[in-house]
T-cell receptor, first 113, second 118 residues
Framework: NAGVTQTPKFQVLKTGQSMTLQCAQD?????MSWYRQDPGMGLRLIHY???????DQGEVPNGYNVSRSTTEDFPLRLLSAAPSQTSVYFC????????????FGSGTRLTVV | AQTVTQSQPEMSVQEAETVTLSCTYD???????LFWYKQPPSRQMILVIR??????QNATENRFSVNFQKAAKSFSLKISDSQLGDTAMYFC???????????????FGEGTQLTVNP
């Protein structure tokens, strides 16, 4: 049981480049979320999804796009990377009636130069 | 909107001693969950303990226990018999008990870096 898998683990981008952070879960969870972690700010919600075909914005959505074409996958797209997007990114998932909170991936450390 | 505050950016404790990490939150909701997550240097987010707001009894998980004060909106984590492996960043988090179509998002505090000294 792999849980939540994020790829890549590390990435360096140049300003203006685009890329997609991948997230996949094998637990048939309905809810999936993307967070970014910055020093002194905890984790902040970027986008989330309550099921295939349904996404919504979180606290800090600007500069990021998401889609949810399947239950398993929830990719995060950076269309034109900026240094302010340098951060650690976490994907998390939860079942519809799961009261134990979210299961997290191992994170992606992204540096934009 | 919910807010979660951890007022201790850093704490340290001697091995085998007890330490308490503080967390306060602000919400108008009556039905919700509270969590403590541990993030060791490996970066993995690990659930330590959770509390359901409707339960008056404080949650315990082995050496970890909470002091949940609903009226005061306080949710502290006590670690007994501290071990070197407890060294990590600890995050307090809040989750509303939302309707199924709303997603039940997590709101995190800023984190407390705990160092256990030998």
């Amino acid at each position: 049981n792999a849980g939540v898998t994020q790829t890549p683990k590390f990435q360096v981008l140049k300003t203006g480049q685009s890329m997609t952070l991948q997230c996949a879960q094998d637990m048939n969870h309905e809810y999936m979320s993307w967070y970014r972690q910055d020093p002194g700010m905890g984790l902040r919600l970027i986008h989330y999804s309550v099921g295939a075909g349904i996404t919504d914005q979180g606290e800090v959505p600007n500069g990021y796009n998401v889609s949810r074409s399947t239950t398993e996958d929830f990719p995060l797209r950076l269309l034109s990377a900026a240094p302010s997007q340098t951060s650690v990114y976490f994907c998390a998932s939860r079942g519809l009636r799961d009261r134990y909170g979210y299961t997290f991936g191992s994170g992606t450390r992204l540096t934009v130069v | 909107a919910q807010t979660v505050t951890q007022s201790q950016p850093e704490m340290s404790v001697q091995e085998a001693e007890t330490v308490t990490l503080s967390c306060t939150y602000d919400t108008s909701e009556n039905n919700y969950y509270l969590f403590w997550y541990k993030q060791p240097p490996s970066r993995q987010m690990i659930l330590v303990i959770r509390q359901e707001a409707y339960k008056q009894q404080n949650a315990t998980e082995n050496r970890f226990s909470v002091n949940f004060q609903k009226a005061a909106k306080s949710f502290s984590l006590k670690i007994s018999d501290s071990q070197l492996g407890d060294t990590a960043m600890y995050f307090c988090a809040f989750m509303k008990h939302e309707r199924e179509t709303s997603g039940s998002r997590l709101t995190f505090g800023e984190g407390t870096q705990l160092t256990v000294n030998p």
